[in-house]
């Protein structure tokens, strides 16, 4: 009987998906505080993969990561009269494929004033494969070294903003 509980209280385990250990993290540069110069942004993010287990889980890692990327700014869901930064997630999972993990995260990002005018466009996107070290939740790490990469790819197309008005 113990032996089941223990075989049954792994295999829950297991099956969480990869993103429940990642966290938070931020690209933080103190010379921005907001993209474009602007304090408050409406942030919509939209989590458009095949398998969508944990949408809650990847939304709420994004937002928390852009607000460490961008300390300064204030981040709101719909604000009319406010700029607008979407993001839409289109794959954030690591494989296991030939005794590799294969890690890939991969969003599309855009910034709109608040009329509606684009003001960029760009895909943040990361790929990184990982052996199948023992002792060591592989799955986890090459999914947080992707998703590392591309959120440092978002900082970085969203610093680049002009000044928007």
Not at 46 to 63: F, G, M, Q, S, Y
Not at 64 to 76: A, D, H, I, N, T
């Amino acid at each position: 009987m113990r032996k089941l509980a223990l075989f049954l209280l792994a295999s829950a385990i297991s099956c969480a998906p990869a993103s429940s250990g990642l966290k938070p993290v931020g690209a933080s540069e103190a010379q921005e505080a907001c993209p474009g110069g602007r304090r408050a942004w409406n942030l919509s993010i939209t989590d458009l993969r095949a398998e969508r287990k944990d949408t809650e889980r990847v939304v709420t890692l994004i937002r928390e990561s852009l607000s460490k990327s961008f300390p300064g700014c204030q981040w709101s869901k719909e604000d009319p009269g406010t700029p607008t930064i979407s993001i839409e997630v289109h794959r954030l999972a690591s494989d296991f494929i030939d005794e590799m993990f294969e890690a890939q995260a991969q969003w599309q990002v855009s910034a709109q004033t608040a009329s509606g005018k684009t003001l960029t466009q760009f895909e943040a996107e990361s790929s990184v494969s990982r052996p199948n070290y023992r002792s060591s939740n592989n799955e986890r790490e090459s999914l947080r070294q992707a998703f590392e990469a591309a959120l440092k790819k978002t900082a970085v197309g969203l610093r680049n903003l002009p000044e928007v008005p």
